[in-house]
């Protein structure tokens, strides 16, 4: 984040709110729902930019049309304490890894992974494990969604390695 300090009102999350729906919605759209000029509302969207409120904009797809077809979710436990540094390190050179948090109880780190098929998933999982500080590792294979409200769901997917295009 800039040092920048940024006041955040009401205008501005309905502003935030608005690109979160459909961040193709225009700045003169925006406005006239929220009594704003479109100037008003891109000089906003710029402040939040700058400040690193809004810190970017995603295209959501559907995982399996880019032929991501098998999704899991990887708890792993380390040996000793394995820094989040290292964690983070390794996960950079797995495409498979859409996201890697540090965890509260049992597990060191959380992995979600998406893969094209199972077999896919298990040579993932096997590097993962041949890394040395990786003590052990607990799948949760995703069997259906039940519920997706997130913004960034399916954001930053890339086509998998080796897809046909």
């Known amino acids: 984040m800039t040092s920048k300090s940024a006041s955040f009102d009401e205008l501005d999350r309905k502003i935030v709110a608005a690109l979160v729906a459909n961040a ?3 700045f003169t759209e ?3 729902a929220i009594g704003l000029s479109a100037t008003a509302v891109k000089r906003r969207v710029d402040r939040m930019r700058e400040t690193d409120i809004i810190t970017g904009f995603t295209t959501t797809v559907r995982p399996a049309a880019l032929g991501w077809r098998t999704e899991a979710y990887v708890e792993v436990y380390c040996d000793g304490a394995a820094p989040p540094r290292r ?4 996960v950079r050179n797995h495409p498979e ?3 890697a948090m540090t965890v509260t109880g049992g597990a060191d780190a959380l992995l979600h992974v998406r ?3 199972v077999e896919h998933f ?13 003590r052990k590792t607990i799948s949760y294979m995703v069997l259906s969604h039940l519920l997706t409200n997130s913004p960034e769901a399916g954001a930053g997917l ?5 897809a046909a295009e």
Do not use: Q
């Open 24 to 26: 193709r919605t225009s």
């Open 30 to 32: 925006i406005g006239a």
């Open 87 to 90: 964690i983070a390190e390794v």
């Open 97 to 99: 890894i859409m996201a």
């Open 115 to 117: 893969a094209t098929d």
């Open 122 to 134: 298990e040579n993932v999982l096997e590097r993962i494990r041949a890394e040395p500080f990786v």
């Open 158 to 162: 890339a086509a998998p390695p080796g």
